[in-house]
Nanobody, 118 residues
Framework: QVQLVESGGGLVQPGGSLRLSCAASESIFSIYAMSWYRQTPGKRELVAAI??????SYADSVMGRFTISRDNAKNTVYLQMNSLKTDDTDVYYC?????????????WGQGTQVTVSP
């Protein structure tokens, strides 16, 4: 099975930046959609996603501040987070899923903590 390992979280002040990384155990980006979620009560909120073709999408709450990207050679997906707000505080999870299936049918990383605090 695919294994995903997130890293890059930490403590940052409002307005600061962090870059999260999601390293996959194998080459999957050609057939899997990759995304970042953060945990909310009862569900995980989609933050950003990228398709095998490179099309990206973002939650309205992070539009213009976060950027998802990938390095196929390194099997790694990134989430660049700029202009961080206290509301961005959460555990962020990487998800990999085959096309046309929901995230629940895919793979999840263990999560990385992002804390935005003055």
């Amino acid at each position: 099975q695919v294994q995903l390992v997130e890293s890059g979280g930490g403590l940052v002040q409002p307005g600061g930046s962090l870059r999260l990384s999601c390293a996959a155990s194998e080459s999957i980006f050609s057939i899997y959609a990759m995304s970042w979620y953060r945990q909310t009560p009862g569900k995980r909120e989609l933050v950003a996603a990228i398709t095998p073709g490179g099309t990206t999408s973002y939650a309205d709450s992070v539009m213009g501040r976060f950027t998802i990207s990938r390095d196929n050679a390194k099997n790694t997906v990134y989430l660049q987070m700029n202009s961080l707000k206290t509301d961005d505080t959460d555990v962020y999870y990487c998800n990999a899923r085959p096309l046309s299936v929901p995230p629940s049918a895919g793979y999840w990383g263990q999560g990385t903590q992002v804390t935005v605090s003055p």
